[in-house]
T-cell receptor, first 112, second 115 residues
Framework: AQSVTQLDSHVSVSEGTPVLLRCNYS??????LFWYVQHPNKGLQLLLK??????LVKGINGFEAEFKKSETSFHLTKPSAHMSDAAEYFC??????????FGKGTMLLVSP | EAGVAQSPRYKIIEKRQSVAFWCNPI?????LYWYQQILGQGPKLLIQ????????DSQLPKDRFSAERLKGVDSTLKIQPAKLEDSAVYLC?????????????FGPGTRLTVT
């Protein structure tokens, strides 16, 4: 069994400040973890993925995430938010050939 | 390269009517997925195809939902009859293979409203 919990439904930041989107997971096997972003009226886009290589994963647009097995966490960070980062972000867990399990999403709001 | 195409983008129907959604995956992608995304939730897998065969349809409500991928390329998802709780965005995704090492590419989705 696998599940993912995104700890915040909404996160508000000012442009230029750091972003932290929190995700905890549960998996019976060694997990693969992903972050997807969904802009309004656009398809889901993969930001980054962890598949048992380096625990600090760098993605597109300056985002990165760190896999912490002891804390069962995979938080998404970015040093400086941009207005174009405003979107909904999904944390996703899977293992091997099993289906992707999505979290409920975190809406990131960026103010000028 | 062209992305995953879906049509229609929006559909409004009354309950008990039927509706069909179409998906054209990225060329060469053997694996195709249909997801349901209800407002306020993450996408949930309905069905997964490998070429024209079904790999996983455990979460597909088979009494009213059906899907096919006859030639291993395009796919159609049908709902008959629709219920109010079927209001959601239906996402199609494709990948080169079924392993998680292959990225899933998502289409823009079809927003269904059942009144």
């Amino acid at each position: 069994a696998q599940s993912v919990t995104q700890l915040d439904s909404h996160v508000s930041v000012s442009e230029g400040t750091p972003v932290l989107l929190r995700c905890n997971y549960s998996s019976s096997y060694s997990p693969s973890l992903f972050w997807y972003v969904q802009h309004p009226n656009k398809g889901l886009q993969l930001l980054l993925k962890y598949t048992s290589a380096a625990t600090l994963v760098k993605g597109i647009n300056g985002f990165e995430a760190e896999f912490k097995k002891s804390e069962t966490s995979f938080h998404l960070t970015k040093p400086s938010a941009h207005m174009s980062d405003a979107a909904e972000y999904f944390c996703v867990v899977t293992s091997g050939y099993s289906t992707l399990t999505f979290g409920k999403g975190t809406m990131l709001l960026v103010s000028p | 390269e062209a992305g995953v195409a879906q049509s229609p983008r929006y559909k409004i129907i009354e309950k008990r009517q039927s509706v069909a959604f179409w998906c054209n995956p990225i060329s060469g992608h053997a694996t195709l997925y249909w997801y349901q995304q209800i407002l306020g939730q993450g996408p949930k897998l309905l069905i997964q195809f490998q070429n024209n065969g079904v790999v996983d349809d455990s979460q597909l409500p088979k009494d009213r939902f059906s899907a096919e991928r006859l030639k291993g390329v395009d796919s159609t998802l049908k709902i008959q009859p629709a219920k109010l709780e079927d209001s959601a965005v239906y996402l199609c995704a494709s990948s080169f293979g079924a392993s998680v090492s292959y990225e899933q590419y998502f289409g823009p989705g079809t927003r269904l409203t059942v009144t």
